[in-house]
């Protein structure tokens, strides 16, 4: 069996190295596709073993990735970014689960995304197809996926990822994204992906629009729907108004039955009866024993990094949500038991929060 690592890179000294080098025993080549550097890029491909070809960008991802996969004879490719790095695996292992499915298939890897937030730096995590069979192609001119309806099998494979740590791409690749939007739509995918990059920018009240039309033509089955739905409470609930908190609490209800087992959205819908109930107290008063279940529900449901999601709204940062309740209602020694709890997982909020009232 032969594995070929398969990159596109541009401008990537800062962390091409460090992806190399972790990929390297994983795989029998290393195929390196450059698109216009300026920087060590290509020295340092170059003297960590990589084959370095070159591709003229034309504005379109899966064509340099296609050609990039045009080099290799692999019976299966590595898809990654220069500033994602896979976690040690034994190379043996990964031939026998490869050898252990019949047919044709993507193999699914599991994504920790580190990013800056208010309290420092957060994980989210997901399954991404990048373990690409020969002869499996893209398509789309930006956020590619392989061509086809191959069925995606979990393997475990796992890779960190800290671009969003450096740099944010919206802007560049918004122009992207509202084409793919324009011809294709009736695909909720570019909707969605439209949406995340405008919220990820700060552009709100921009992003709804595609937001509702992602919620309107996504499938059920489709494995970007609850994240995305996820996404859309959150920017309804940052725009706060009332319209949009009635949004919010529609689509609540219409997703808590699918979406009920996830600490993800159990999260979300804790800070949605929050605002809920802030907006008007007399009104909605009789929600509150739905913030105090939302975050008791994230505990009981724990960390699940396969379903994709935040990391901590099934331990930590729901622990916290639970202490600031509890500390809010009058209730301190639940507030103290929960924050510890948080602090004991290295939550800084946590940690200020018993300093208060200890």
Same mark, same amino acid.
């Given at each position: 069996?032969?594995?070929?690592?398969?990159?596109?890179?541009?401008?990537? *000294?800062?962390?091409?190295?460090?992806?190399?080098?972790?990929?390297?025993?994983?795989?029998?080549?290393? %195929?390196?596709?450059?698109?216009?550097?300026?920087?060590?890029?290509?020295?340092?491909? /170059?003297?960590?073993?990589?084959?370095?070809?070159?591709?003229?960008?034309?504005?379109?991802?899966?064509?340099?990735?296609?050609?990039?996969?045009?080099?290799?004879?692999?019976?299966?490719?590595?898809?990654?970014?220069?500033? &994602?790095?896979?976690?040690?695996?034994?190379?043996?292992?990964?031939?026998?689960?490869?050898?252990?499915?019949?047919?044709?298939?993507? =193999?699914?890897?599991?994504?920790?995304?580190?990013?800056?937030?208010?309290?420092?730096?957060?994980?989210?995590?997901?399954?991404?197809?990048?373990?690409?069979?020969?002869?499996?192609?893209?398509?789309?001119?930006?956020?590619?996926?392989? *061509?086809?309806?191959?069925?995606?099998?979990?393997?475990?494979?796992?890779?960190?990822?800290?671009?969003?740590?450096?740099?944010?791409? =919206?802007?560049?690749?918004?122009?992207?994204?509202?084409?793919?939007?324009?011809?294709?739509? &009736?695909?909720?995918?570019?909707?969605?992906?439209?949406?995340?990059?405008?919220?990820?920018?700060?552009?709100? &009240?921009?992003?709804?629009?595609?937001?509702?039309?992602?919620?309107?033509?996504?499938?059920?089955?489709?494995?970007?729907?609850?994240?995305? %739905?996820?996404?859309?409470?959150?920017?309804?609930?940052?725009?706060?108004?009332? &319209?949009?908190?009635?949004?919010?609490?529609?689509?609540?209800?219409?997703? /808590?039955?699918?979406?009920?087992?996830?600490?993800?959205?159990?999260?979300?819908?804790?800070?949605?009866?929050?605002?809920?109930?802030?907006?008007?107290?007399?009104?909605?008063?009789?929600?509150?024993?739905?913030?105090?279940?939302?975050?008791?529900?994230?505990?009981?449901?724990?960390?699940?990094?396969?379903?994709?999601?935040?990391?901590?709204?099934?331990?930590?940062?729901?622990?916290?949500?639970l202490g600031a309740w509890y500390e809010v209602s009058g209730q301190k020694e639940l507030a103290v038991r929960y924050y510890r709890t948080a602090?004991?997982?290295?939550?800084g909020p946590a940690r200020e929060r018993l300093k208060e009232l200890q």
């Amino acid at each position: 069996m032969k594995i070929n690592l398969v990159m596109i890179v541009k401008n990537e *000294e800062r962390s091409l190295r460090k992806c190399l080098k972790a990929a390297k025993p994983l795989v029998d080549r290393m %195929i390196v596709v450059d698109t216009g550097s300026k920087d060590r890029t290509r020295a340092i491909a /170059e003297d960590m073993g990589a084959e370095l070809y070159s591709f003229s960008w034309i504005n379109d991802f899966s064509a340099a990735k296609n050609f990039a996969l045009e080099q290799s004879d692999g019976d299966w490719n590595l898809m990654l970014d220069a500033d &994602e790095y896979v976690r040690p695996y034994k190379r043996k292992d990964l031939e026998r689960i490869l050898s252990g499915r019949k047919g044709v298939w993507l =193999g699914g890897m599991l994504w920790y995304n580190s990013y800056p937030e208010e309290t420092g730096i957060g994980v989210s995590t997901s399954i991404l197809p990048r373990l690409l069979p020969k002869g499996v192609r893209y398509t789309g001119r930006i956020h590619e996926q392989p *061509e086809g309806n191959l069925p995606c099998y979990r393997i475990p494979l796992e890779v960190d990822h800290d671009g969003y740590l450096y740099m944010d791409k =919206g802007e560049r690749n918004l122009p992207y994204l509202f084409l793919e939007a324009d011809e294709h739509p &009736e695909d909720g995918y570019y909707q969605f992906q439209l949406a995340s990059t405008l919220r990820n920018l700060k552009r709100m &009240e921009e992003s709804l629009p595609y937001f509702r039309g992602f919620y309107r033509l996504s499938q059920q089955e489709e494995a970007y729907r609850a994240g995305g %739905i996820v996404l859309y409470l959150y920017t309804l609930l940052d725009v706060g108004t009332m &319209e949009c908190l009635n949004e919010a609490g529609k689509v609540v209800e219409q997703e /808590e039955s699918e979406l009920g087992g996830w600490s993800d959205f159990c999260f979300v819908c804790g800070l949605f009866y929050m605002k809920r109930v802030l907006s008007d107290v007399e009104r909605y008063m009789g929600l509150l024993p739905k913030i105090e279940y939302c975050y008791k529900r994230c505990l009981e449901l724990g960390e699940r990094p396969e379903l994709g999601g935040v990391v901590g709204t099934g331990s930590f940062k729901a622990a916290y949500n639970l202490g600031a309740w509890y500390e809010v209602s009058g209730q301190k020694e639940l507030a103290v038991r929960y924050y510890r709890t948080a602090a004991k997982a290295g939550y800084g909020p946590a940690r200020e929060r018993l300093k208060e009232l200890q």
